[in-house]
């Protein structure tokens, strides 16, 4: 036999081998496919122009919810707002956005009020079940969380702006990134956040304390952490931020540890399942800002909003698997700057929020 024939049929027999074993490898043409929407959403009424966009979020309408930064307008997006006006243009609109599939905006609300904290720098938007709109905040003084109606009454608050207790505290947060509600169990998840390293889970019905966990499953603490390095052993605790936490309908607990360039994996009691390394040689600002997991009923993709790389990277949710990297730096639709959240709807598409000078909200409809 020849060399070329031993080649060819030892080649032959390596590929041929997982799918023997009923181990085929997944391939890049098995991960969903997108395509932007460049005129989602329609333009806004009342010359409202959107600062940096710190959260989105699909309600079970399908409703896309997004929460922005009014304070972010630079000068010469503010000049209809000076008396007299110097341009036309603008005014920020209002924190809170409701939006249908279309791109129609159906509610803005949001604020300082009476009764609450309102974040100085919005960060993180969830929306319940019963259609109730949870928002968060990372200002240095923002360690509360928010509960409203779906027109924006005031509901619930959990925490205190301006007071913090550290990565341990029972009875304090410290600047929460994200949020989500576990509905069966009534417990709220928060990803705590850009001054704690800790998941901790409260009472969602009345903000008591239940359980937190740091890396690993481990207690946290609040020790200087070194520079990440992706030549040096993995961190035995989350970086700050603690930017994401997800549930899947399997019972498992995902978080964006997102300078450590990782994803790790919990039960709901906080026991650690394992982790997944994305674009680990990602220095600035780290790799794994936001994730969901897809809309089939195995939930067999995860999606995540790479934020310092400019793409959304798809793994296997089984095995963590790259099976797709999508996007690019820039400013046209479809690309991104700091992509900085997202969401998917019941047919799975996707939406995405940008922070930074990106500063809006895209769309991107499945294909497949």
């Known amino acids: 036999m020849s060399i070329d024939r031993t080649l060819f049929y030892l080649v032959a027999a390596v590929s041929l081998a997982p799918a023997m074993l009923g181990l085929a490898p997944a391939l890049a043409e098995d991960a969903p496919k997108f395509q932007v929407e460049p005129f989602w959403p329609k333009p806004l009424p009342k010359n409202w122009i959107l600062g940096q966009v710190a959260g989105i979020a699909v ?3 399908d409703h ?3 929460v922005h930064r009014p304070a972010t307008l630079v000068d010469d997006e503010k000049g209809a707002m000076q008396d007299p006006p110097a341009t036309k243009c603008c005014t920020p609109a209002a924190p809170v956005l409701e939006f249908d599939a279309e791109g129609n905006l159906l509610r803005a609300w949001g604020g300082p009020g009476e009764g609450y904290d309102w974040p100085k720098m919005e960060h993180g938007i969830f929306v319940d079940q019963d259609g109730n709109v949870w928002v968060a905040g990372n200002d240095p003084g923002d360690h509360q969380i928010l509960k409203f109606t779906p027109d924006g009454k005031f509901l619930q608050q959990i925490g205190k702006a301006g007071s913090t207790g550290g990565s341990n505290s029972e009875t304090q947060l410290g600047r929460p990134a994200h949020l989500q509600i576990d509905e069966a169990a009534h417990e709220l998840y928060v990803a705590d956040g850009y001054l704690n390293r800790r998941i901790i889970v409260f009472d969602s019905g009345t903000g008591a304390y239940k359980r937190h966990w740091g ?5 946290p603490n609040d020790d200087k952490q070194p520079a990440y390095d992706p030549k040096a052993p993995l961190s035995e605790q989350f970086a700050n931020p603690v ?26 009691d906080g026991t650690f399942v394992k982790e997944f390394r994305v674009e680990p040689q990602t220095l600035a600002n780290g790799s ?7 809309e089939d009923p195995a939930q067999n993709f995860i999606f995540i909003a790479d934020g310092a790389n400019n793409q959304i990277v798809t793994l296997k949710r089984d ?5 797709t990297s999508w996007g690019r730096g820039g400013r046209m639709a479809g690309q991104f700057k700091w992509v900085h959240n997202i969401g998917i709807d019941s047919k799975g598409n996707l939406y995405t929020a940008e922070v ?5 909200a895209q769309k991107f409809r499945r294909l497949d």
């Open 59 to 61: 309600a079970n309408d």
């Open 64 to 66: 896309i919810w997004v």
């Open 215 to 219: 890396a690993y499953g481990r207690r």
């Open 243 to 268: 930017h994401c936490v997800r549930l899947s309908h399997d019972g498992l607990v995902y978080v964006c540890d997102r300078v450590n360039d990782r994803i790790q994996v919990f039960r709901k």
């Open 288 to 294: 794994v800002w936001d994730l969901v997991l897809s």
């Open 319 to 323: 095995s963590g698997e790259v099976l």
């Open 356 to 360: 930074g000078f990106g500063r809006r």
